[in-house]
């Protein structure tokens, strides 16, 4: 297997259904700018899908799930690791958040179990690739082998491959000691101290927040040698930030529309942005998160997220919650009357 394929240029946004699309709205009877951000997703959005008049009726969600070896022995989380396989459980019973938020849009909805500590039964609605019981304690030694990471990223782009008929890709995750691993793997990017970046993820107190910082540093002179994006990514990362950082890639490069979810998420944008660099043409940033150094991510991306309603759960909830942003902006591009159309005077008129 290899993975040459992520340094693969995107797509290309269609340049001249742009301009055709920011002519429409210049014709639209409002005055221009008057709806903000709505104006530019939907221009955005006709360049991506080289339709005058997007849509947003087909959306995919993916939610890839692991554990981490760093929650094994260390207090860097407020839940225990059994948690992980639980949720995957109370995926597959629509008992979670992303289940409720899925069915309000009439999105697919699928689950990846990449590899939990805790052995899990048949679940419906569950898709296995199982990798590895988790990753390793990256505070001791990478927390994946190149094979594990290959078998990781191949996972994002299938998920992708199973979805080509959404024109939304939304990716999601679920794993105990994953905000630990996004932040060591911003800091070793963004060459930072963990104090930047380091928040309370699942609730730790400031002790708890004190004493992730504390083992994300060593961490981070630990592995001070890994320089490139995915090395980044195999001595920190979870099989699924690695699978979010490919479904993401491989949805820019097929032509596919992102919707990125939160701060972990948001971190594997960052990554595959610096992978392929023209992927970011194909993402967008759904919402604030209330983890601290989620900020600085989105400096660093030269990126402003949708919306801000102190969110951070994770599993592609915030991102889920913005495709109705999306499709409000198609359907006000599509079908307002223009000037013409309307009998309504222009500026210009």
Request: charged share 15%.
């Amino acid at each position: 297997m290899s993975t040459q394929w992520l340094n693969n240029e995107a797509a290309t946004l269609n340049q001249q259904v742009k301009q055709q699309a920011l002519s429409r709205q210049a014709e639209l009877t409002k005055p221009p700018g008057s709806l903000g951000q709505l104006e530019s997703l939907a221009v955005q959005l006709a360049a991506m899908q080289g339709k005058i008049k997007p849509e947003i009726n087909n959306i995919h969600i993916s939610v890839f799930a692991a554990d981490h070896g760093i929650a094994a022995n260390k207090n860097i989380s407020a839940f225990p690791q059994a948690v992980t396989a639980e949720m995957v459980r109370n995926f597959s019973r629509h008992g979670a958040a992303i289940n409720v938020i899925a069915r309000q849009l009439g999105a697919t909805l699928e689950v990846i179990n990449l590899g939990t500590v805790n052995n899990l039964e048949p679940l419906p609605s569950v898709l296995e690739q199982h990798i590895a019981a988790g990753t390793e304690d990256f505070s001791k030694q990478p927390a994946m082998t190149e094979e594990q990471l290959e078998a990781a990223l191949n996972a994002g782009k299938q998920s992708v491959i199973r979805a080509k008929r959404a024109n939304l890709f939304i990716g999601g995750e679920m794993g105990i000691g994953n905000t630990s691993s996004a932040s060591a793997i911003a800091c070793a990017l963004l060459k930072l101290p963990a104090n930047e970046l380091v928040g309370p993820g699942t609730g730790l107190d400031e002790s708890g927040v004190n004493h992730k910082i504390d083992f994300i540093n060593q961490a981070l002179k630990l592995h001070h040698h890994a320089n490139s994006p995915l090395e980044i990514l195999r001595c920190f990362g979870g099989f699924e930030i690695a699978a979010l950082v490919s479904s993401y890639l491989y949805s820019a490069q097929s032509g596919k529309p992102v919707l990125i979810d939160g701060f972990i998420s948001s971190v594997a944008a960052l990554v595959a942005i610096k992978l392929c660099p023209s992927a970011r043409n194909w993402f967008f940033y759904a919402h604030a998160s209330a983890e601290p150094g989620h900020l600085h991510i989105m400096q660093a991306l030269k990126a402003s997220p949708l919306l801000n309603m102190g969110m951070r759960l994770g599993e592609a909830s915030g991102a889920a919650l913005v495709v109705p942003i999306l499709q409000m902006a198609c359907a006000l591009h599509n079908e307002m009357a223009t000037f013409s159309e309307a009998g309504v005077s222009n500026k210009d008129d």
